[in-house]
C-alpha cells in the first residue's frame, strides 16, 4: 500500500476522533475509569492488529478501532482529571464567588 493511502487512513483516525468522541461522551462519564481503560486500550490493540494486516479493509477497521479506542481514553482521562482538580471542584466555585 502507498503512503498515500496509509496517509488518508490517519486523517481518516483523525476525523473519526473528533465524530466519535461527543457520540460516546455521556457514556464514559458513567462508566467507570477501569471499564474505561478496559474498553479503550482493547480496542487500540485491536486497532494495531487490524491496521498491520496491510489491506485496504483492514486498515479501515484498524483506523475506526484506533479512533474509538482513543476517543474513550482521551475523554475518561480528560475528565478524571477534571473531578480530581480542587479548581474544577464546587468548594472552588462556591468561595470564589464570595
Known amino acids: 500500500m502507498s503512503t498515500l493511502v496509509f496517509g488518508?487512513?490517519?486523517?481518516?483516525?483523525s476525523l473519526g476522533l473528533v465524530l466519535v468522541q461527543p457520540?460516546?461522551?455521556q457514556r464514559v462519564e458513567r462508566m467507570s475509569y477501569a471499564a474505561a481503560m478496559m474498553i479503550?486500550?482493547?480496542c487500540l490493540?485491536?486497532?494495531m492488529v487490524a491496521?498491520?494486516?496491510g489491506n485496504g479493509v483492514t486498515v479501515v477497521a484498524g483506523v475506526a478501532a484506533l479512533g474509538a479506542g482513543n476517543a474513550?481514553?482521551?475523554l475518561k482521562?480528560?475528565?478524571?482529571a477534571l473531578a480530581r482538580s480542587r479548581r474544577s471542584s464546587r468548594r472552588s466555585r462556591r468561595s470564589a464567588t464570595r
Do not use: I, K, R, T
Request: glycine content about 20%.
Open 8 to 13: 488518508l487512513a490517519m486523517m481518516g483516525y
Open 45 to 47: 490493540a485491536a486497532g
Open 51 to 53: 491496521f498491520a494486516g
Open 72 to 74: 474513550v481514553l482521551f
Open 77 to 80: 482521562n480528560d475528565l478524571e
Open 23 to 25: 457520540l460516546v461522551a
Open 40 to 42: 479503550g486500550f482493547g
